[in-house]
């Protein structure tokens, strides 16, 4: 089962770059065709420019996501207990010990974020480490861990980062849009105009992505799987108990990246019922699904 | 004629692959088995720490881990008694600290503290997931086909790394 859903993964993970890819490439185009007035060199320019922002946010996405949470190293001497959790879990998994990283804030939360087992990094805050015994803060690791085994972190990751790209563009091109509409020069806002539209219609497009990427149950698969690392559902199960009721913000926390976390960021997020929408389940029901696993 | 070429080179084919699952599937078990020697390995060199800095308090216990240390073990069943022997001792020096506040506030002992208690989780990690590749493989090596392959290629079926029954339920996979 885990083998198919890694599969399906890596699909829509090659869906989205090529979108992202094409999309980029159109963009560029456009913008030199408006620029330099010479078709094929517009046509160079857009392909080398997307192909160069393409690959740097598939390798640097990771990276991309760690400085949007102002995330540093959790070193072996300063953390010590939590990199030997880690390592244990690895061994049980049979992974490669991920790149542990803290963000230095009191609220209760964790993300694993890169685009293999191989380079991958899991992310969690300094009041975790504070605030969870280690059996919980087993229970949460082994979730990011799974995410990484599952390969959730490689669509997530790229979701958000090239969506969140696409997106800035194109609240900038139609602010342009309007702003340019009394140029002089009818062919420029005629260009801009056509840009404008473009994007009107591709970001439903790009929003029903972002809802096939972050489908709830890969938090399900990723609980279930994480006990059966830790052998210990109480640990997990009391570890999401403390990180949903607790009131405290991430400081850091944006809409964009909510759905990489182990708990949604957003606090008033947490206590809405489940909807299309939602990023993560409600806590009752990925307690129910704990409790039911034998 | 062609037909039953065909059937030949399906039937071959099935061969390569379970053959190779197998294989695959002994290799991790291995794999697996030198991981928990790895832990242990680690294990054995902090341990003369551990009795550096515990001794002063409680030389009995200490000398006894030492003994149980030096003590060689054959099979992996013997392997798997001593391991158990050492972890319960390595745990009671180290919770000695709670009767005595100088050796709590040591720094060498705090270390030592931190790296033997993740050195003997990581120990029972290893072995999960020894126990759980060894079950793979029995099972493998046991249902129809793969037995005739085995039977041939005399696989034969693997040890856990457990004491007693009691340990099974802990390693049993849950989901």
Redesign the interface.
Known sequence: MILRDVKKNKQKTFLIVSLFFLFITLFIYFLSVLIFDNVAFAVIIGLTVSILISYNTYYYSDQIVLKLNKARVATKEEFAQLNHILEGLCIAANVPVPKLYVMDDSALNAFATGRNPENAVICITTGLLERLDKNELEGVIAHELSHIRNYDILLQTIVIVMVGFVVIISDAVSRGMFRGSRDDDNKVSGIIAIIGIIFLILSPIFAELMKLAISRNREYLADASAIELTRNKDGLINALKKLTHDSEELEQANKSSSSLFIVNPLVKERKKKNSLWSTHPTLDNRIERLQNIN | MEILLIIIAVIFILIIILYNRLIQLKI?CNN?LA?IDN?LKRRTDLIPNLVEVTKGYAKHEAETLVNIVNQRSHSLSEKAKQNEEISKNVKSLLALAESYPDLKADKIFA?LQ??L???E??I???R??YNDSVQYFNTAIMVFPNNILAKILKFEEREYFKVSDEDKE??S???
Do not use: H, M, P, S
């Open positions: 991790r697996a991981g832990q270390n931190i790296e208690t993740g050195t989780d990581k029972a990690y290893a999960q997931f802990n390693v996979i849950k989901l």
